[in-house]
C-alpha cells in the first residue's frame, strides 16, 4: 500500500475587511489541527487568502489587484510554508496570482514536504461573466479578473503518488478529470467557492447545488480510478452564502469523509494510491477499452 493521508482543510468565510494575516493565522491552526490528526498533506480552498473577491465589481480593473499576490511565497504566507517544511506536510491552495508581466489567473499550487513548490496549476474553467450584469442576484466576475488558465491539467510525481488539481468550476468537467486521467492520475485536489444560490436561476438551492457537487466529484473519482479532495469556502462572506460540502471520494467514487458545517475545520483521511490500481487495470484502463476514433466532436474535431 502506499499511503498519504490527506487533510481537506475547509476555511469558514472570510470577510472582504480581513487581512492574509488573519487568514493565514487560521490556516495555520488548522495545520496543526491536521497534523494532530496524522495528516501528510494538507488541502485548502480555491482563492484562500481573501474573500471570494470576483463577487465585486470593479470598474478600474487595477483595483482589483489588491486582492492578487504578485509573488509566491510572500511574507504574508511565509509563515505556512514554514510550519508545513516543520511539520513534513505537503501543502496545496489557491490564490489569486499576478504574473510579472501583470497576467492574472486563478491558480493553485502544490508543495512538497520539503517547502518547495512542486506544480502548479491555473484555473481552466472559469464561470460568470465580464461586465456588471444587473439581471443577477449576485456577480460572478471571474472572467472579468482571470484569463483562462494556460498549463493545461499537468499531473506530478511527489509525495509518493501521481497528483493534480484542478479548481471549483473545474470540477463539473469530465475533462477535467480525464485529460489528468490519461496521465495515470492517483490523486485530485481541489478547492472551491460556491455561492449557495445560482444567481439567474431562483429555484437552484443549495440541496441542489451540493448534490450537483457531489455527483461531479464522485463521477470524475470512479471514471479515472483516483481519489479526490474537495475543499469548501463556506459560510456567509459579507451576506453573501457560500455552500460547504468539504469531502474526500475514493477511486470507487464513494464519500469516505464529509465535513458538516460551515466554519474552520478539517477532516483526514488515510487514502491508499493503490486503490486505484484495480479500476485503472480494469474497466478503465484507457489504451485498452478507450474508442477515441468516436470522441472526436469533445475536441471541436
Ligand atoms: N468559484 C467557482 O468556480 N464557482 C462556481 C460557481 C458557478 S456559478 C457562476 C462553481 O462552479 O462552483
Known sequence: SRI???????????????????????????????????????????????????????????????????????????????????????????YAELTPEGRHFNSSILVDKSGTIVGKYRKIHLPGHVEYDPTRAHQHLEKRYFEPGDLGFPVWRTMGGLMGMCICNDRRWPETYR????????????????????????????????????????????????????VAKAGSEDGHHLMGGTLIVNPDGEIVAELEGEADGVIVHACDLDDTRFGKQTIFDFKMHRRIEHYGPITGQ
Open 4 to 94: 498519504v493521508t490527506v487533510a481537506a482543510a475547509q476555511l469558514g468565510p472570510i470577510q472582504k475587511a480581513e487581512t492574509r494575516e488573519q487568514v493565514v493565522a487560521r490556516m495555520l491552526a488548522l495545520m496543526d489541527e491536521a497534523k494532530a490528526k496524522g495528516a501528510d498533506l494538507i488541502v485548502y480552498p480555491e482563492l484562500a487568502l481573501t474573500t471570494f473577491f470576483p463577487r465585486w465589481y470593479h470598474e478600474d480593473r487595477a483595483e482589483a489587484d489588491a486582492w492578487f499576490e504578485a509573488a509566491m511565497p510572500n511574507p504574508a504566507v511565509q509563515p505556512l510554508f514554514d510550519r508545513a517544511r516543520a511539520h513534513g506536510m505537503g501543502m496545496s491552495f489557491g
Open 179 to 230: 485529460v489528468m486521467g490519461l496521465q495515470g492520475v492517483e490523486m485530485i485536489v481541489l478547492g472551491f467557492n460556491t455561492p449557495s444560490v445560482n444567481g439567474h436561476k431562483a429555484k437552484e438551492g443549495m440541496a441542489q447545488r451540493l448534490f450537483h457537487h457531489r455527483l461531479s466529484v464522485q463521477a470524475g473519482a470512479y471514471q479515472n480510478s483516483c481519489w479526490v479532495v474537495a
